[in-house]
C-alpha cells in the first residue's frame, strides 16, 4: 500500500504529478475545517510535503503523532519549527543547492535594476516623458563598488562569485568568519557603514528579524543600495520606507517583504525601489529541480529510511 501524505496546498503542480504514483495524498483543508480532518485523519500520516513559505503550523504538527518526514519546497523553512521537529524524531528536508544560481542572479538584477533605474526609465520612456522632456536624469554605475553580503551560506557565495568582473570589493557578515577571500565584519552596522550595497541572503526566523533595522539602513546612507533576497521580516520595512522617503537610503531592491503579499502603498510610490513579487528562484527550471528533490527526499526516505538533503538541525537523524 502506498504512504499516506498530506500535501499541503499551493505546492507546484509538477510535485503533485510526482508524488501521486508512490503516495496517497490528502490536501490538508482550510481553518474552518482542520480541526475535524486532523481529528479524524491526522494519526495515518507519517509524511508532509509543504512550502517554505506556507511551511506546517505548529498547531498541524502536533496533530500528527505519527509524522516521521516533512519535505519543504524551498531552501527557507522557517515556518517549519524544525527543533521540534527533531525533539520529536521528525526529519525535515528542504532544497538547497538547486535555487542558488537563479536566487543569485536575481539578487544581482536587483542591483543592477536599483542602481540604474531601471522600472523608473521605463516608464519614463512608456510614458512619453522622454519625447516631451529629453534626455532623463543620470544614474549611479555598478562599476567599482564595495558590496556587502548579509550571511555567506551557500547562495551568498554564489552571489560573491558573480560580483568580481563588477570590480567589487567584497565584505561579509556571518556569526563567525569564513575561510574565504573576502572582509569579514563581526558588526554589521560598521560593514554597512563601508559598503555601498548591502545584499541580504540570510536565513529568515526569530533570530534574524529586523537584523537590517534602522541602524544598519542609516548606516548604509544616502547612496547606499539594499537588495532583499532573503526573508521580508529581515527588515525592518517601517524603518527602510522611512530612510526611502527621506533620502537616508538612495534606493532598495526587495524580491521579499514583511507582510507578503501585502505591499506598503509607500514602496509602490517610490521610484527609487525595484520590487518583486517574491519570486528569485521562479525559474521553469530551478523549480522544476526543488519540486524533484522534493519528491526525492520523500521517495527516497520510504525506499531507504534516509534522506538526502536534510535541514541543519535534523541531520543527525540521518
Known amino acids: 500500500m502506498k504512504p499516506d501524505l498530506l500535501y499541503i496546498p499551493g505546492l507546484d503542480t509538477r510535485l503533485r504529478d510526482m508524488l501521486e504514483p508512490e503516495f496517497t495524498l490528502y490536501d490538508l483543508p482550510g481553518e474552518k475545517d482542520q480541526a475535524a480532518f486532523l481529528a ?5 500520516f507519517t509524511a508532509v510535503a509543504t512550502s517554505g513559505t506556507v511551511g506546517l503550523p505548529a498547531a498541524v504538527m502536533a496533530a500528527l503523532p505519527n509524522l516521521k518526514i516533512v519535505s519543504c519546497y524551498g531552501v527557507g523553512y522557517d515556518g517549519i519549527d524544525a527543533e521540534t521537529a527533531a525533539a520529536r524524531g521528525i526529519i525535515v528536508t528542504h532544497t538547497p543547492g538547486v535555487l542558488n544560481d537563479d536566487v543569485a542572479n536575481t539578487a544581482i538584477m536587483l542591483w543592477l535594476a536599483t542602481s540604474r533605474r531601471l522600472p523608473m526609465l521605463d516608464r519614463y520612456v512608456r510614458d512619453g516623458r522622454w519625447e516631451r522632456e529629453g534626455n532623463a536624469a543620470l544614474t549611479v554605475s555598478p562599476q567599482n563598488r564595495t558590496v556587502g553580503i548579509v550571511g555567506l551560506g551557500r547562495i551568498g557565495q554564489a552571489i560573491a562569485d558573480r560580483l568580481p568582473p563588477f570590480g567589487a570589493r567584497i565584505l561579509y557578515h556571518t556569526r563567525s568568519p569564513k575561510d574565504v577571500p573576502y572582509t569579514y565584519y563581526a558588526n554589521l552596522t560598521e560593514m554597512a557603514r563601508e559598503a555601498d550595497v548591502l545584499i541580504v541572503i540570510t536565513p529568515g526566523g526569530a533570530e534574524t528579524h529586523h537584523l537590517i533595522n534602522a541602524e544598519v539602513i542609516e548606516a548604509l546612507g544616502p547612496e547606499g543600495i539594499l537588495v532583499n533576497v532573503a526573508r521580508g521580516p529581515v527588515v525592518d520595512e517601517t524603518a527602510l520606507i522611512a530612510a526611502l522617503q527621506d533620502g537616508r537610503l538612495g534606493g532598495a531592491g526587495l524580491d521579499v517583504f514583511e507582510h507578503e503579499p501585502v505591499v506598503p502603498q509607500a514602496l509602490c510610490e517610490l521610484d527609487n525601489v525595484v520590487l518583486q513579487p517574491h519570486i528569485a ?38
Open 281 to 318: 528562484s521562479a525559474t521553469v527550471e530551478t523549480r522544476r529541480a526543488m519540486a524533484q528533490l522534493v519528491g526525492d527526499n520523500l521517495i527516497h526516505y520510504f525506499r531507504e529510511g534516509t534522506v538526502l538533503t536534510p535541514v541543519p538541525e535534523c541531520q543527525h537523524l540521518t
Open 40 to 44: 479524524e485523519h491526522g494519526a495515518r
